[in-house]
């Protein structure tokens, strides 16, 4: 923006000229963004920035983008937040970092690297009321550990445990462990180092976050379907020669938090663990701890958003070139926020409800998709899907107990990208997401141009781009039994 006004991001996108770029995914209009950072609810509104380059749609220069909404569906952009300092500890990018209010002041906490190729340090900055405006006046809150085994840290995090602050960073170690650093944060403006919190030597996560570094690390403490509550550890799995590829994705652990006897520090115990999205285009979530269990009497929130990037395409699917995305003037985008839960011991990520008043007109209501199905403006089987929608799939008991015509076997979804003009041929179908559907279980997807999310109930969800080249639609195709509705996605008013 050039200036201070203010202005509904999602209705600006609705007049973008790229057929691909999302409307219902709040992101400024040009440039290159990813991952989200300082997420915070603060004075009745909700905060989401992110890491951002206004000047190309190209990985440099990171500045602070910011964007704010009072009820998760209407969003305004705002002026950039945080920006490099020239002689200061962030002059080669004010990087991945958390927003808090501290005691009434909107404070941000940041990774700044001072050269590239350089270490980063813990930078503060102090917002104003609305946080839209920020002093920067380069205060480092903890530098880079004398510990000659940690050689790389990064992105900060802070969470409360009995009572105290505690922040938490990510780590490389020089024998090749991805590492967790703790420290207690008293005075925001002074972190005290506490050590080596966690390795990826723990024989837990060896198993389910294997890194060089752990990016981006998350704690926060979500409900559990048995009516308690258990913390979970979110690491975004880097590896050296990502070069935002991370085909390791993000992964989490599931464990107990404790005091430990002697000092008092809290003790992070993993018991279980898994992948948090399953798709590849998913990398750098950042979780915001609405309430915790422990303190406020009732079941803690925690709402997560993730960065979806632009790339050659993955896994078979179509994705653009540099030259594509350089012409298109902006790459990455972030998902809807998600709600973090533990069902049957397990993670569990659904939509925001919020997100459900994107519902516009019904374009299929209960079409059985089947040899004899209602079938709306598709072929046998199928159903056309608008490039902006919502998909509600529920699974039946499969009528012909074997497969279909189409070789799906019973429980399948597929959606694919097909070429409108060649009709349904398997030569001109890309499918972008296939899975299997059980009797009873429920699909929720959501359609944003080049950007589909798939939340299973009761499970991680699935982050994927992809591009609908002229003359494609969206088609979902379903095995016997199973229903659909699809809604156009709109703004309300």
């Not at 998913?282 to 915790?292: D, G, N």
């Not at 279980?441 to 994927?464: C, H, K, M, P, W």
């Amino acid at each position: 923006m050039t200036d201070l006004a203010l202005f509904d991001s999602l209705l600006s996108a609705s007049t973008h000229p790229d057929p691909a770029f999302p409307r219902f995914h709040p992101r400024p209009a040009q440039g290159w963004i990813n991952d989200p950072n300082g997420i915070s609810h603060i004075n009745g509104r909700y905060h989401v920035f992110f890491q951002y380059n206004p000047e190309s749609a190209r990985h440099s220069q990171i500045q602070w983008g910011h964007v704010s909404s009072a009820d998760l569906v209407h969003w305004e952009e705002h002026p950039v937040a945080l920006s490099p300092q020239a002689g200061g500890p962030d002059s080669a990018g004010c990087w991945t970092g958390v927003v808090t209010s501290d005691g009434g002041v909107p404070t941000a906490a940041y990774s700044g690297v001072r050269d590239h190729g350089g270490h980063s340090q813990v930078v503060i900055a102090r917002g104003s009321a609305d946080l839209v405006t920020w002093e920067q006046d380069g205060h480092v809150a903890a530098s880079m550990p004398s510990d000659p085994l940690v050689t790389a840290v990064r992105d900060p995090f802070l969470f409360w445990f009995d009572g105290a602050r505690y922040a938490i960073q990510g780590a490389g170690l020089a024998d090749g462990r991805a590492a967790l650093l703790l420290y207690t944060v008293e005075d925001m403006n002074d972190w005290k180092y506490q050590g080596i919190w966690l390795t990826s030597a723990d024989p837990v996560a060896a198993v389910h976050t294997p890194a060089e570094i752990w990016e981006c690390p998350q704690l926060v403490e979500v409900p559990d379907s048995s009516g308690g509550s258990a913390w979970v550890m979110m690491f975004s799995l880097w590896l050296s020669g990502d070069d935002h590829e991370h085909a390791n994705g993000v992964g989490h652990l599931i464990g107990s938090l404790s005091p430990d006897p002697t000092s008092g520090l809290p003790v992070f115990v993993p018991s279980s663990g898994g992948k948090s999205d399953l798709g590849r285009d998913f990398y750098a979530p950042q979780i915001v701890q609405l309430s915790y269990g422990s303190s406020s009497g009732s079941s803690p929130v925690a709402l997560l958003w993730g960065w979806a990037n632009e790339g050659p395409g993955r896994d078979g699917r179509r994705g653009r070139t540099q030259e594509e995305i350089d012409d298109a003037g902006w790459a990455g985008v972030l998902t809807h926020p998600r709600v973090l839960s533990l069902v049957d011991g397990a993670l569990a990520v659904s939509p925001a409800p919020e997100v459900l008043a994107y519902r516009g007109a019904a374009v299929a209501v209960g079409a059985a998709l089947a040899a004899d199905a209602v079938v709306v403006a598709g072929a046998a089987g199928s159903v056309v899907v608008p490039a902006f929608a919502e998909v509600l799939v529920r699974g039946g008991a499969a009528s012909s107990g074997g497969v279909s015509s189409r070789g799906v076997s019973s429980g399948d979804v597929e959606l694919a990208l097909v070429s409108s003009a060649d009709g349904d041929s398997d030569d001109n179908r890309q499918v972008v997401y296939s899975g299997s559907l059980a009797s009873g279980e429920e699909l929720r997807i959501f359609i944003d141009a080049s950007l589909v999310e798939v939340y299973r109930t009761g499970s991680v969800a699935t982050t994927l781009r992809a591009y609908p080249a002229a003359g494609e639609e969206w088609q979902l195709t379903l095995h016997d039994g199973a229903t659909a509705d699809v809604w156009e996605l709109a703004l309300p008013e």
